[in-house]
């Protein structure tokens, strides 16, 4: 029989592995989106949709049954169920739905990149994924991110408009450039359409992630237009939804046309 001194060693000892490598039966409090995101681990995501492919048909509608099942497979949280849900139409598909789940929405949240290639490997692997699963949203982008030919001569309205400047990175494809010069051909138009950011989320999805994007993108458009009294405004209104992106046009074109502003600047950014 082991002595008290050699039990309390024995017992401090499993005490020890059991919080540093995690041993016993306890379970994650992680979701698998954020513990993907933290260990960038590309073979897990693979196992797991590998798995949700074999376990549900993506092409079948979504029921709130299936819905909760998917959500108990990778232990989706509440704020990302709502996050993917808002950027779904109605009646999804449950590869869609499954699709809105992977995609790296955090990664477009505070990016500082200027377009799709510059996303880390396994942020557009993640992309990749969410569009092989139907999600239309990552579908565009990397459609729109390949230059590939899109037929816009439909496209000829500011709700048109909307649409492309809701994908991300969209202003680095030039037929977009193109179409939005084409549809803001004059200062008339460019004013209208201006002021459909000016009350709060009218434009754009409740989804605070496509209102970031919308401002940016438009942003964008209006420094292509030489119109930079329209532009600093927009992304002083992305840099007030917390985009790093809109922060960094914001303060160029501001420092840019009164240098003297800089030191008050940098102070309200706190950087």
């Known amino acids: 029989m082991l002595n008290k001194r050699k039990k309390n060693k024995l017992a401090f000892l499993c005490f020890f592995l059991f919080f540093t490598f995690n041993i016993g039966n306890a379970a994650t409090t992680d979701s698998f989106i954020t513990e993907i995101n933290k260990t960038r681990n590309l073979v897990a995501v693979f196992e797991q949709t590998k798995k949700l492919v074999k376990k549900f048909k993506k092409k079948e509608p979504l029921t709130a049954a299936i ?36 995609f790296p929405h955090h ?81 008339v138009k460019q004013n209208a359409f201006n002021q459909l950011f000016e009350k709060e989320g009218t434009t754009a999805s409740s989804h605070t992630a496509v209102q970031r994007t919308i401002l940016l993108n438009a942003g964008y458009v209006y420094k292509f237009l030489g119109r930079p009294d329209l532009a600093i405004n927009l992304f002083r209104m992305v840099s007030e939804k917390e985009s790093r992106r809109g922060t960094i046009e914001y303060g160029f074109m501001m420092l840019t046309d009164n240098l003297a502003g800089a030191s008050e600047f940098l102070v309200d950014q706190s950087l």
């Open 67 to 102: 819905e909760a099942d998917i959500c108990r497979c990778i232990r989706a949280q509440d704020y990302e169920l709502h996050q993917s849900k808002s950027m779904l139409g109605d009646a999804p598909k449950i590869g869609e739905f499954i699709g809105a789940l992977i």
């Open 107 to 187: 990664c477009f949240a505070n990016t500082i990149k200027t377009n799709y290639n510059q996303l880390s490997f396994f942020e557009r692997s993640l992309i990749l994924v969410s569009a092989d699963f139907g999600f239309k949203f990552a579908k565009n982008i990397i459609v729109l991110a390949n230059n590939a030919k899109v037929n816009l001569s439909t496209f000829s309205t500011f709700e048109d408009l909307l649409k492309l400047l809701s994908i991300p990175f969209a202003v680095e494809n030039g037929m977009v450039v193109r179409k939005a010069k084409e549809i803001l051909n004059d200062t």
